[in-house]
């Protein structure tokens, strides 16, 4: 008897992954931003893997490279702006998380999120305890 036959089968979760297999891209032209919202995320995830990406573009290529559960980025980015971003990023990883970061007031840009699934919203500036509590809010 074949003994690969007499396995039980597991069924898949989509339960929280691990925090040693959390894969977090944080896109900002900003460089001060961009390290500094790396530096937070390495106090609140410590065990988090941190890829980091100064346009959308790059982002993309390096979701492909490399899958990620989440996805924070900034609004205003050149070429490819936030929203964009995660529209395109969602198409390759549907179960994507994203938060958005932005200077503008989340209702300026509301009618800009109506067509793409954004889990979370940062005004900038943002203090440690945000993040957090975005991060928290996606079960991460």
């Known amino acids: ?13 989509k339960s929280k992954p691990d925090m040693s297999e ?9 460089p001060s931003l961009l390290k500094l ?3 937070m995320f390495k106090y609140i ?7 980091t990406a100064a346009t959308g573009s790059l ?16 609004y205003n980015l050149p070429a490819l702006n936030g929203v964009e971003l995660a529209q395109r ?3 390759l990883m549907p179960q994507l998380r994203i938060i958005l970061m932005s200077g503008h007031d989340e209702d300026s840009i509301r009618p800009q999120l109506k067509d793409v699934q954004i889990d979370g ?3 900038k500036p943002f203090a440690l305890k945000d993040l957090s509590t975005a991060v928290g809010s996606l079960g991460l």
């Open 22 to 30: 959390l894969y977090i891209l944080i896109v900002d032209d900003d």
């Open 45 to 51: 995830r410590p065990k988090a893997r941190i890829i």
């Open 37 to 39: 919202t790396q530096r």
């Open 121 to 123: 919203y940062l005004n």
């Open 59 to 74: 982002a993309l290529e390096k979701i492909a490279k490399h899958p990620v559960n989440m996805l924070v980025t900034d």
């Open 89 to 91: 990023a969602i198409s």
């Open 1 to 13: 008897m074949n003994p690969l036959s007499q396995m039980k089968s597991i069924p898949l979760s």
